[in-house]
Every structure is written in structure tokens, then in C-alpha cells.
């Protein structure tokens, strides 16, 4: 017959347990007039579920226009989570990612690079319960083009009866508004017209009229403005 008594009962930090950590389990209870009686404490692990293996996305449109840099501007929007637990949930805060390049272009990939302290979580949500995803990317970026003025610039010349008014607009300057950083435009085609041109083409004197089109670049890319002129 064993000589016990009492009965055999447990504390620690293990009791009503519900979130991932560890946590101790402490017997203790019984007694005997033959024996002494000894314990060793337990432990009670419960991890975390994964929820970066689950789902996380980029969603919706990242875009902005054209500013020679690969920064990203995001909202809580533009961000997809799921796999969370009951009620739990969780917005992420960060709103800075970056673009793959500088480039306009459309279906640009955008990667976020996220820690704990990004995630602001719903009331009741415990982050030591959850892996939270630390990269997220897709193919949600949207660069447009920049739009920029060209304008010819006015110039004069005296009636020589020589000069046409392709001569008065060739080589003749201009000037471009809000490129980007080193971005230049080299050349533009310039274009005159006017009143009184005799038949060999020259330039009578009075008002005329230069057109320009067609801007070359000299430093930067061309697909990366909207030009009017």
C-alpha cells in the first residue's frame, strides 16, 4: 500500500496558458509519513503559428510619377495578410518600399522590408503568438512619365535678304521645365513660319512664328517624360 497523501496539484506560470512561450508546471500536494517526497518542475512550450508561410502580399497600385528615384510610397491598403488566428489581425504601418528601378514603367515590382514594430495589431492580439512576414514584393508598382514644357525662346535677327525662316529657327534655343536631376534635352526641332516669304524663301521683315517638336535628350531617358510643346 503506498503511504500518500493529499492530493497531487500543479502551479507555475503553465495555468489558463493560451499564448506562444515557454512556461514552467510546478507539482506539489502530496505527503507521507515513510517517504520524502520529491518533485521535478515541467515545462509547457506552445509556439507560434507561421503566418509569413501562410499569405502575405502587396495589393492594389503603387505609383507615383516619374522622380528619378526608386522610393515607393505605400498605405495600409496595399497590404494583404491573412492566415490570422480567431479575431486576431494586425494593419501594417510602414508606408516607405522601393521600386525594382527609377524607371516610368507599369507593373513595376515594389519590395517592403518590414520588422515587428510595423505591425500595429487588432485589440486582443498577442505578436509573440505569430511569425509576422519580414519581406513582402509584387508586381504592383506604377511609375508615369513626367510631363515637361519645351518652349522656344524668342529671338530676333535684322532683314538681310538672305536668311529664310528656317535659318532664324535653326540652332535656335529653347527651354524645358522641371527635368529630373542631371536629365538635359540636347536638342529640339524648330520649326519658323510667317507672312511675306518670297519665292526664294527668305525672310521678309515682320512677326513670325517658331514651332518646336521632337526633343532629343542628351543626358537621361525620353520614355521617362510626357513632352508638350
Known sequence: EV??????????????????????????????????IGY???????????????????????????????????????????????QDGATVTRTLGTYDTASAGTYKTVTVNLTNADYALNPG?????????????????????????VTSTARSATYNGVSTYGSLASGASFSTSDLVGADVVS??????????????????????SVTPSHAVMGLGNANNYSFSY
Open 125 to 149: 492580439t498577442i505578436l509573440s503568438n505569430y511569425i509576422l512576414p519580414s519581406t513582402l514584393s509584387g508586381p504592383v508598382g506604377l511609375i508615369t512619365a513626367k510631363p515637361v514644357t
Open 187 to 208: 536638342s529640339v526641332t524648330q520649326t519658323a513660319s510667317g507672312t511675306g516669304v518670297t519665292s526664294s524663301g527668305v525672310a521678309q521683315a515682320g512677326s513670325f
Open 3 to 36: 503511504d500518500l497523501s493529499g492530493a497531487l496539484s500543479y502551479g507555475g506560470t503553465s495555468q489558463s496558458a493560451t499564448n506562444a512561450g515557454t512556461y514552467s508546471i510546478i507539482p506539489s500536494g502530496y505527503s507521507s509519513t515513510n517517504y520524502s
Open 40 to 86: 521535478v518542475n515541467g515545462a509547457l512550450t506552445i509556439t507560434p503559428v507561421n503566418v509569413s508561410a501562410i499569405v502575405g502580399a502587396l495589393q492594389g497600385s503603387v505609383s507615383k510619377v516619374y522622380d528619378g528615384t526608386q522610393v515607393a510610397t505605400l498605405n495600409s491598403g496595399h497590404y494583404a495578410l491573412s492566415g490570422w488566428v480567431g
